[in-house]
């Protein structure tokens, strides 16, 4: 019932506003606060239940929330406490709240005579109301509290003013400073002591126009008020987000290990801009800044996975991270020419959580790694790096271990040049691979620093590093790690992915077209009414590093049906390029296209005015004819034979010059270098 609705809560429903104060035999027993005297109610759980889910009734902030915390003098304390002993055995035992009857008979087992049995009636059901009512506390029976009778204050007047300045604070006085300090200050964002006194002034002149510029209650009364009634926790609390609150100033007990019993029972990831310069592979122009991911075991403090690059805060790059906290670590140094025992760095396995925070694990993305490998995946609330507070430790601790070794490519930490920054972009010597190197070895280290947090159970004299941390919980069986039998399923269940559209011309994944060969899918791309059901859940997972092939998954329920695709042969060029050389092959390509698009529409503008020129002219130079229809048409044969004739003369292939009116004859030249004269075409083929 809890998940529903907790004591204290305070409900609204139906023009009513209730406070939730006791569960009794599958019941919620709630005390009506917008009328005077006791009043209670019941409502099944079921029922709230059904009410608050469709609407019908909502939570409301508690009304007396401001005032629960208020700072009390002992003495009224004391006089609450005296009180609440009174009506505790009726408060505490959800029966005596419903049962008048009983109610009765604990009242009268306090009371010596039946005078006293009324008295104490009267009282005991007047601290009920203001019980309930006030936030269910024990500082909700003081008297400052009680409206109807509000405490009264003896102030002593104090010593003069040397400077005449000033008046006697009264308990008027004192309500209006009350009322602009919680106006003005006790908010987020509020103003200053000295601006809201500014605001005092004012509505203290509106409210006494008579009363001279020196009776005027000074600022520094008015910040005695400010220092002696407010409380600390009022101060704080009310004057800072809850974010903040919860994040940087409210009390630190716990430790990560009430969430995190074993080794990869949560894995915690996040990336931050390094503060360093690299430079270029062919080390002549400088790249700018990389983005270190960074993936810690949260129990033993190791860090057991980095990725380096500058591909930004991405899920990628966060991908690549995760597969490297998975993977033989043996392996990926060796890979940059360092050779470590296993020993050495032992994080190898899929852990069972990993959690970040609201951005680059937040989606589908990641959905298929999950449930290919029932790994849970958790997100941090905004603005909570303590919710991860081990990764956040594992960058500071890698800052500290390459700072030396970097300070000369490193940012300047004085920002504006105008007040003596410089640029260290030009001081970068190393390249992505070099820095690799150097974090790689600062991670050997950090897994040997000595922790604080100590698991329960822990061996004395055993050194509590995390390395050792993760070998001993190891050896005692306390493991949340599975090994990976597929490395390729890893990678595909890792890899980014879309949903395509499949056609009869294959699978679009951003502009490019793959084929799948497997007689299983083959019938997802017939072409036409032989293919009535496209898939709805189709998923396509892709390396961005090398798009020459992609993994096709039919249904996103079922990840770990995996079919290998490829190019088709109209898009084998792109084979080895990354995903991003292919898109920009392709925006050039679509670029290209629309600018030749553009010209063709053009020239076609101006072959159609041409065009239009040719048919208006052959329209003005047609002679006007005496011939009748009939006999033009009975002459068409003729016409068309002579015009044959002409075309055949201006076609001649004894022509160099087309379209000219022939001459009245050529002429050639025989074997006896004679010339005759040429008439037509085929008395030019007599000599061949």
Not at 94 to 123: C, G, M, N, V
Not at 219 to 243: C, G, M, W
Request: hydrophobic share 35%.
């Amino acid at each position: 019932m809890s998940a529903v609705v907790n004591l204290k809560d305070v409900l609204f429903g139906d023009g009513k506003t209730y406070r939730v104060i006791a569960f009794y035999q599958g019941e919620v027993v709630l005390f009506r606060m917008d009328k005077r005297g006791f009043q209670i109610e019941t409502i099944p759980f079921s029922g709230l239940e059904s009410e608050i889910r469709i609407g019908n009734i909502v939570k409301i902030t508690d009304p007396a929330s401001d005032n629960r915390y208020a700072a009390h003098s002992d003495n009224e304390m004391n006089a609450a406490q005296k009180r609440y002993d009174l009506i505790a055995p009726i408060v505490t035992n959800p029966e005596a709240i419903l049962e008048s009857r009983l109610r009765t008979a604990i009242i009268r087992s306090q009371s010596i005579s039946e005078e006293d049995f009324a008295t104490k009636r009267r009282y005991a059901y007047r601290y009920l109301e203001k019980y309930f009512r006030d936030g269910m506390t024990v500082t909700c029976l003081t008297r400052s509290r009680d409206g109807s009778a509000s405490r009264s204050y003896s102030v002593k007047t104090g010593r003069k003013s040397r400077t005449g300045l000033g008046t006697i604070v009264t308990d008027e006085i004192r309500n209006m400073m009350t009322s602009v300090i919680t106006k003005n200050i006790l908010k987020i964002g509020g103003l200053s002591v000295h601006q809201a006194y500014g605001v005092f002034t004012k509505e203290y002149r509106v409210a006494n126009p008579s009363v001279p510029d020196n009776a005027i209650p000074t600022e520094a009364q008015f910040r005695y008020h400010y220092d002696t009634r407010i409380s600390l926790a009022d101060k704080v609390r009310k004057r800072n987000p809850s974010a903040i609150m919860d994040k940087d100033i409210a009390p630190a007990t716990g430790t990560v290990l009430q969430v995190a019993q074993y080794p990869g029972a949560r894995y915690e990831i996040d990336s931050t801009v390094d503060n360093v310069f690299l430079v270029a592979s062919d080390r002549v122009l400088p790249v700018g800044r990389p983005v270190l991911y960074s993936v810690t075991d949260a129990f033993s403090g190791m860090i057991v996975g980095i990725n380096i690059s500058f591909e930004g805060s991405q899920y990628k790059s966060a991908a690549q991270a995760l597969f490297n906290a998975i993977r033989n670590k043996q392996e990926f140094c060796r890979k940059y020419g360092i050779e470590i025992d296993n020993d050495e760095w032992p994080a190898e396995g899929i852990p069972s959580c990993v959690v970040a925070d609201n951005g680059e694990l937040e989606g589908r993305q990641i959905e298929n790694f999950s449930k290919t490998f029932s790994v849970q995946i958790s997100n941090t609330a905004p603005m909570r790096g303590d919710q991860k507070g081990t990764v956040e430790s594992s960058f500071r601790q890698l800052q500290h271990q390459l700072k030396e070794f970097v300070a000369k490519a490193a940012p300047d930490p004085i920002t504006l040049k105008k007040a003596g920054g410089k640029d260290n972009r030009h001081n970068a010597f190393l390249t992505l691979v070099d820095y690799t190197k150097l974090v790689i070895e600062a991670v050997r280290v950090v897994n040997r620093h000595v922790r604080t947090v100590i698991p329960v159970g822990y061996p004395v004299g055993r050194p509590v590093t995390p390395i050792s941390v993760w070998q001993w919980a190891k050896k005692e069986g306390m493991w949340g790690l599975t090994t990976v039998d597929n490395p390729l399923r890893l990678r595909i269940a890792l890899m980014p992915n879309v949903k395509p559209t499949v056609s009869s011309l294959g699978i679009n994944v951003d502009g490019l077209r793959y084929e799948c060969l497997a007689d299983e899918v083959k019938t997802l791309f017939f072409r036409g009414a032989h293919n009535k059901a496209r898939p709805k859940r189709v998923l396509v997972a892709y390396d961005p590093s090398d798009v020459s092939c992609a993994y096709l998954i039919p249904d996103s329920n079922r990840p770990m049906t995996v079919y290998r695709c490829q190019l088709t042969p109209k898009f084998a060029r792109f084979a080895g390029m990354s995903i991003y050389e292919a898109r920009r092959v392709l925006e050039e390509e679509r670029t290209t296209t629309i600018m030749v698009q553009h010209e063709n529409a053009i020239a076609e503008g101006e072959t159609r005015r041409r065009q239009d020129q040719i048919v208006e002219e052959a329209i003005t130079q047609k002679p006007t004819s005496e011939l009748s229809v009939a006999e033009k048409i009975k002459r068409i044969s003729e016409s068309r034979m002579q015009e044959r004739i002409t075309q055949n003369r201006e076609q001649s292939f004894a022509s160099t010059e087309s379209l000219k009116k022939p001459e009245p004859s050529r002429q050639i030249q025989n074997d006896d270098d004679e010339l005759k004269p040429v008439q037509s075409f085929n008395d030019l083929s007599e000599g061949w």
